[in-house]
């Protein structure tokens, strides 16, 4: 008995398979409009350079008085090295992915598929949330106290209050979100760049100009080291390569170069300049050393004037870039990709939900003036595990270096010791929200410091 095989049919020839994740993303608001890819390497340059070199950079004086010169130009230089070794490896870590069709334009993806576990993607998501919101809270803040301190200026007995100038901050950012895309922000990020260095520049001559200040503080070299880690910290580098126009390879590490040229000249010279002229009577915010409570300023008014318009103008674009996440999610749930950008189908919620995330953010900045404190343990709790930690875990369990080779132990060397410095981080910023707390007070005009 003969047996015959069965044929299979014939089936039509299937189109090559789309890459894994450009499949899923053909219906993702979030991806096609917020994260639209069309950046070229010094648009990079830009969104990281705002996302880094803030107003935060004028607490570095204030860092080193409890570092000293040596230990304080080491942990600066380390910081720096260290922080650009570990956004480069997730670059690469990025770039390898795309290369295997899955390129990824959200840190939770990536760290969810290097890693293949599921709860990561919610721990990722948590972290950038919680990160990105307190930011976005805190530089509304700082805004609004801005303009009290221009406005106390002119008009001492003023009858504003912080939370009226908060809510003016509040409204131009509401108008500010409407910029649809992270893309769009290119050139808010550009002026964001140069104002970075205006006002480091005018920090330098006032510094160069002041005479002593009668300030005093005692602070611990562990919250010296966790606020300079703290100050070049990021967690939105996926998010900011996902700006690129494919492809990506080595985009990424031209905009970290021009980012760490900027880093170089801002953080030595304000970190420099700061504690050479106040020592160990530097403020938190050099700023206010420059503008002591009492007394004349040390400084040329007009000249502090314009720095401080010149971080309150900062202020707005590093909001704005902070803000990218939440934007990209509310996007993804609410927006339909099949209808145009500006269609009336995703116009209307995208005003309505980013208008409410700021009103939201503007009131926990006008009922929580002190949150600086909480957000220095937010920031202790979250900027360590995503630029210290998981790029180097990324980097090892994608590329597999030998365990014999320096790269898998210098990765490993940096995830421990990092780990460390989170938790002496954590511990002191708890510590100052314990020991302040008697100084909170719900809607007040002063921001603890």
């Known amino acids: 008995m003969t047996i015959i095989p069965l044929q299979q049919p014939l089936l039509p020839p299937e189109a090559p398979p789309l890459p894994e994740n450009e499949s899923i993303r053909q219906g993702d608001a979030g991806a096609a409009f917020v994260l639209e890819s069309k950046g070229e390497w010094y648009h990079a340059g830009f969104h990281l350079t705002t996302a880094i070199v803030g107003p935060t950079i004028l607490t570095l004086p204030y860092a080193f008085r409890g570092l000293g010169w040596g230990l304080g130009f080491f942990s600066l230089t380390v910081m ?137 503080m005692v602070m611990s070299a562990f919250t010296s080291i966790s606020i300079i880690a703290a100050i070049f910290g990021n967690g939105i580098v996926p998010e900011i390569q996902a700006t690129l126009a494919p492809p990506v390879t080595g985009k990424m590490f031209k905009g970290l170069m021009m980012c760490y040229s900027v880093i170089f000249v801002t953080f030595y010279s304000a970190a420099v300049s700061g504690y050479y002229v106040f020592g160990n009577k530097a403020s938190s915010n050099i700023l206010k050393s420059l503008m002591p409570d009492e007394g004349p300023a040390l ?32 996007e993804t749930k609410s927006a339909d990709v099949n209808q145009g950008m500006f269609s009336k189908r995703n116009l209307i919620p995208r005003i309505i939900l980013r208008s409410l995330y700021m009103i939201f953010c503007g009131f926990f900045a006008a009922m929580l003036p002190f949150f600086g404190d909480i957000n220095g343990v937010v920031g202790a709790l979250g900027f360590i595990p995503l630029d210290f930690i998981l790029p180097m875990l990324l980097y090892n369990m994608t590329y597999k270096p030998s365990r014999s080779s320096f790269t898998y132990w210098i990765n490993i060397i940096i995830m421990v010791v990092f780990t460390g410095v989170g938790l002496l981080g954590s511990f002191s910023s708890i510590r100052k929200l314990v020991l302040d707390a008697s100084k909170f007070k719900l809607f007040s005009d002063d921001v603890v410091d």
Not at 310 to 317: S, Y
Request: with cysteine; hydrophobic share 55%.
């Open 80 to 216: 720096g090295v260290v922080t650009f070794y570990s956004y480069y490896l997730m670059s690469l870590v990025l770039e390898h992915c795309e290369k295997a069709g899955r390129r990824h334009i959200r840190f939770r993806e990536l760290a969810s598929d290097v890693l293949g576990s599921g709860w990561m993607y919610y721990f990722v998501i948590f972290i950038q949330t919680a990160i990105n919101t307190g930011i976005s809270i805190g530089a509304i803040l700082l805004a609004g106290e801005c303009l009290q301190i221009m406005y106390s200026s002119i008009s001492p007995d003023g009858p504003l209050h912080l939370w009226q100038f908060i809510a003016m901050v509040t409204v131009v950012m509401m108008v500010l979100s409407q910029l649809p895309t992270f893309h769009s922000l290119r050139h808010v990020n550009l002026a964001s760049l140069f104002l970075s260095l205006a006002y480091t520049f005018i920090v330098v001559g006032a510094c160069i100009n002041a005479e002593s200040s009668k300030f005093s």
């Open 299 to 330: 400084a040329p008014t007009w000249l502090l004037g314009l720095g401080v318009i010149f971080v309150l103008l900062q202020l707005f674009a590093i909001g704005l870039v902070y803000s990218q996440v939440a934007y990209e999610i509310m």
